[in-house]
């Protein structure tokens, strides 16, 4: 099942707005990531931010996590037309004796509109 | 360094076929996972390794099976294909250690007719 779940499902905005997407997941985690996805193409990782950390930031993104609440945000500032993708939260969850998988969300499209 | 490698990037199978999907990474990587991408079901993980020699099952590993000889090669194989395998396929790899974010391969679009 899936762990993550991010919201929304679609987002469009204009561009130079700063656009919001939000993960909630399920178990304790190792980290929380996320990714970027181009049309017809692989998974790009963006960034990653362990569960003992609140906010990190790169360059223009701004992740924060909130382990009580279970649940993350990215932010995009000052979007731009080729941040058009999809975005994917992944949890690198910690399970009962040790085994680790990465579990990813459904994932929210973006559209930037120039 | 070329990364993360997956051959072909496109097949067309018919039902009870089987292949084999090729993924090879050169980034030394001990960590390597098979996900399944399906419109509005997310990634969805088949098989994974933590090293060679050692392998387990995801969400989702009936009708597949891996095996992982080399840290380099982590091939998966369709034992006798079917439509339900229709699918996007990725390979990616990172480090052992838990701060590093996966790195993934282009991805196999694969049709079971």
């Known amino acids: 099942s899936q762990q993550g779940e991010e919201d929304p499902q679609a987002l469009s905005i204009q561009e130079g707005e700063n656009a919001t997407m939000n993960c909630s997941y399920k178990?304790?985690?190792?980290?929380l990531q996320w990714y970027r996805q181009n049309s017809g193409r692989g998974l790009v990782h963006l960034i990653l931010i362990r569960s003992n950390e609140r906010e990190k930031h790169s360059g223009r993104l701004r992740v924060t996590l909130d382990t009580s609440k279970k649940s993350s945000s990215l932010l995009i500032t000052a979007s731009r037309a080729a941040d058009t993708a999809s975005y994917f939260c992944?949890?690198?969850?910690?399970?009962?004796?040790?085994?680790?998988?990465?579990?990813f969300g459904k994932g929210t499209k973006l559209t930037v509109n120039p | 360094n070329a990364g993360v490698t997956q051959t072909p990037k496109f097949q067309v199978l018919k039902t009870g076929q089987s292949m084999t999907l090729q993924c090879a990474q050169d980034m030394n990587h001990e960590y390597m996972s098979w996900y399944r991408q399906d419109p509005g079901m997310g990634l969805r993980l088949i098989h994974y390794s933590v090293g060679a020699g050692i392998t387990d099952q995801g969400e989702v590993p009936n009708g597949y099976n891996v095996s992982r000889s080399t840290t380099e090669d982590f091939p998966l194989r369709l034992l006798s294909a079917a439509p339900s395998q229709t699918s996007v396929y990725f390979c990616?790899?990172?480090?052992?250690?838990?701060?590093?974010?996966?790195?993934f391969g282009s991805g196999t679009r694969l049709t079971v007719v």
């Open positions: 992944a949890t690198d969850a910690v399970y009962q004796g040790g085994s680790e998988k990465l579990v």
């Open positions: 990616a790899s990172r480090r052992t250690v838990y701060d590093y974010g996966y790195t």
């Open positions: 178990t304790s985690i190792n980290n």
